[in-house]
């Protein structure tokens, strides 16, 4: 049987999982209060539609999503114009909404980690795929357009 890879979405959904356990089992002080708390629903809604978008793109372009696949397109428009991986800006943008409404410090720290994990595990050899492929149109892509914003 085949291992299957480790994938950006597993990577989100353990996170998002692992919240509500860090919120209430190491809660490690509250940050911010009820009704303040659900400010979260905004970078949570942004982070939705960020994907959504982006996701959009990559349909449209008949290209993958998958970090291990293989680039057809250079996608430079809608939410690339402003982050080269607008998706995992979604996701922790996502992460951040839900950290903000649980209102504890532990959630946050996991929203730290994950652009970390995201930048070690993933966008480096993403990237290093795209200039294989793209070579100067990604070059000049990657110059003109942020990692993450």
């Not at 993933?122 to 294989?132: D, I, L, P, V």
Request: hydrophobic letters at 50%.
């Amino acid at each position: 049987m085949q291992k299957k890879p480790l994938e950006p979405p597993i990577v989100l959904f353990t996170c998002l999982a692992a919240m509500p356990l860090c919120h209430f089992l190491l809660p490690l002080g509250r940050w911010t209060d009820f009704p303040w708390s659900w400010l979260g629903v905004i970078p949570l809604a942004a982070g939705m539609v960020l994907n959504l978008a982006a996701d959009k793109r990559f349909q449209n372009a008949e290209t993958t999503v998958k970090p291990q696949g293989a680039p057809s397109a250079l996608i430079t428009s809608g939410p690339f114009r402003i982050s080269r991986h607008p998706m995992y800006l979604g996701m922790t943008l996502l992460l951040l909404g839900a950290a903000v409404l649980f209102g504890t410090v532990s959630p946050l720290i996991i929203t730290a980690a994950f652009p970390m994990v995201m930048e070690i595990r993933f966008m480096g050899m993403e990237e290093k795929k795209m200039a294989a492929v793209f070579g100067t149109e990604w070059d000049a892509y990657r110059r003109k357009v942020r990692r993450w914003i």
